[in-house]
C-alpha cells in the first residue's frame, strides 16, 4: 500500500470558480477526515467520515464546502465560489479505528492558491 | 474549549545539542497526545504518541512524557542531526468517537551542521 494519495497536489484558480480535490485513503481504513492548513499554522479539524457517512463537520467549513465519500472508499472535497481566504494546503488522513485511539496517516495534500 | 499551545520557533541548534520543544494542552478528561513531524516537501508523519498520563512515547530518539498535572507533552531528544530539521506539530484527540486532532500551530527546527 502506498499511503495516503490526493490529486492534485496544486491548483490555481480564480476568485469565484469551482475547485474539487480528491483523497484515496489506506484502503482498510475506515475513517476519512479532511483538513485546512494555513502558512505558519497547525492544520485545522474540516470534517470527518466513518465508511460513507459524514459524521462531523468543522464550523470552519461554510456553506460552500462540500465534502463526499459515496462508497466509503475515496472523497472528495468541492469548493464552490472561490475565495481569496481559501488559499490554503488542504490535507487528507484516513485511519482505521480500533478502541479508544486511532493513528492517522496523512496525505500529501492539496496546495489551493486562488487569485 | 479543546486547544494545544506550542513554544514558537524558530529553533536553531547546532548538531548534537539537546532539544526541548515546549507543548501544553487544554482539554477535559484524559485525551491523547500526539506529535508530528513535517519534513520538507513531505506530509505529516506521526512521531510519537501517549494515551494516557504517565505514558512516554518514543520514537527515533525522541520522547515525550504525558504529565496530566502540568497538562504537558514536552518533546525531547538527547542530540539532534542535521536530519531533524522539519516542522513539528503536538496535538491531542479529545474524542474516542471521532478521533479528530487538534493540532498547535507548529514548531520549526533548524539544526546546523
Known amino acids: 500500500d502506498t499511503g495516503v494519495s490526493q490529486d492534485p497536489r496544486h491548483k490555481i484558480t480564480k476568485r469565484g470558480q469551482n475547485v474539487t480535490f480528491r483523497c484515496d485513503p489506506i484502503?482498510?481504513?475506515?475513517?476519512l477526515y479532511w483538513y485546512r492548513q494555513t502558512l505558519g499554522q497547525g492544520p485545522e479539524f474540516l470534517t470527518y467520515f466513518q465508511n460513507e457517512a459524514q459524521l462531523e463537520k468543522s464550523r470552519l467549513l461554510s456553506d460552500r464546502f462540500s465534502a463526499e465519500r459515496p462508497k466509503g472508499s475515496f472523497s472528495t472535497l468541492e469548493i464552490q465560489r472561490t475565495e481569496q481566504g481559501d488559499s490554503a494546503m488542504y490535507l487528507c488522513?484516513?485511519?482505521?479505528?480500533?478502541?479508544?485511539?486511532?493513528?492517522?496517516?496523512f496525505g500529501p495534500g492539496t496546495r489551493l492558491t486562488v487569485l | 474549549g479543546n486547544s494545544v499551545t506550542q513554544m514558537e520557533g524558530p529553533v536553531t541548534l547546532s548538531e548534537e545539542a539537546f532539544l526541548t520543544i515546549n507543548c501544553t494542552y487544554t482539554?477535559?478528561?484524559?485525551?491523547?497526545l500526539f506529535w508530528y513531524v513535517q519534513y520538507p516537501g513531505e506530509g505529516l508523519q506521526l512521531l510519537l504518541k501517549a494515551t494516557k498520563a504517565d505514558d512516554k512515547g518514543s520514537n527515533k530518539g525522541f520522547e515525550a512524557t504525558y504529565r496530566k498535572e502540568t497538562t504537558s507533552f514536552h518533546l525531547e531528544k538527547g542530540s539532534v542531526q542535521v536530519s531533524d530539521s522539519a516542522v513539528y506539530f503536538c496535538a491531542l484527540s479529545r474524542s474516542s468517537n471521532t478521533g479528530k486532532l487538534i493540532f498547535g500551530q507548529g514548531t520549526t527546527l533548524q539544526v546546523k551542521p
Open positions: 484502503s482498510e481504513h475506515n475513517r
Open positions: 488522513a484516513s485511519s482505521l479505528a480500533t478502541g479508544n485511539h486511532n493513528e492517522q496517516f
Open positions: 482539554a477535559t478528561g484524559y485525551p491523547s
